[in-house]
T-cell receptor
Framework: DAKTTQPNSMESNEEEPVHLPCNHS???????IHWYRQLPSQGPEYVIH???SNVNNRMASLAIAEDRKSSTLILHRATLRDAAVYYC???????????FGTGTSLTVIP | DTAVSQTPKYLVTQMGNDKSIKCEQN?????MYWYKQDSKKFLKIMFS???????INETVPNRFSPKSPDKAHLNLHINSLELGDSAVYFC??????????FGPGTRLTVT
């Protein structure tokens, strides 16, 4: 069911930028790209989403490839509190189909 | 104020028992969901309700029965519990088609 592919794990040094990639080669024209993260022992939390254009919010930036078959979540300065599993998800325009992949486990090194 | 709450947080029970997990959201959302996260941390949607109507019912044993008494509540009842039902169950809500807000999870252990 998962339509996205992400690396299993990544590491980053504290206060450095992190680029988390996601491939979604079967994305349809109406699918939104969502990113969520799950901190240890917590429920997932929304990070950012986009359709075609790059997006910025207080948590992160989302860079979407021109052909929309891949995207990158950018954390501008990683902190220890950013250590989590990051999920890239495709959501159809009804909002009802929402499948999580295996995610990327991000380790932040002090 | 807790946006999405679940009770209980932990549930330990024996095989064959029937148990329920409750979920409430105070965000005024019209859509609620149940997810199961297994020991390998894979998060899979089970059910989705929109305005008290079932709109997603993934391949889940019919021992699992969701009940939505009103828009703010979506409870999950599980009959004849099996060892394989041990997992963390998350409730979520959204004002579809926007972002989902997740509860803290209920860790179910079946012995």
């Amino acid at each position: 069911d998962a339509k996205t592919t992400q690396p299993n794990s990544m590491e980053s040094n504290e206060e450095e930028p992190v680029h988390l990639p996601c491939n979604h080669s079967t994305i349809s024209g109406t699918d939104y790209i969502h990113w969520y993260r799950q901190l240890p022992s917590q429920g997932p939390e929304y990070v950012i989403h986009g359709l075609t254009s790059n997006v910025n919010n207080r948590m992160a930036s989302l860079a979407i490839a021109e052909d929309r078959k891949s995207s990158t979540l950018i954390l501008h300065r990683a902190t220890l509190r950013d250590a989590a599993v990051y999920y890239c998800i495709l959501r159809d325009n009804t909002g009802n189909q929402f499948y999580f992949g295996t995610g990327t486990s991000l380790t932040v090194i002090p | 104020d807790t946006a999405v709450s679940q009770t209980p947080k932990y549930l330990v029970t024996q095989m064959g028992n029937d148990k329920s997990i409750k979920c409430e959201q105070n965000l005024g959302h019209d859509t609620m969901y149940w997810y199961k996260q297994d020991s390998k941390k894979f998060l899979k949607i089970m059910f989705s309700y929109n305005n008290k109507e079932l709109i997603i019912n993934e391949t889940v044993p019919n021992r699992f029965s969701p009940k939505s008494p009103d828009k703010a509540h979506l409870n999950l009842h599980i009959n004849s519990l099996e060892l394989g039902d041990s997992a963390v169950y998350f409730c979520a809500s959204s004002q579809a088609p926007y972002e989902q807000y997740f509860g803290p999870g209920t860790r179910l252990t079946v012995t």
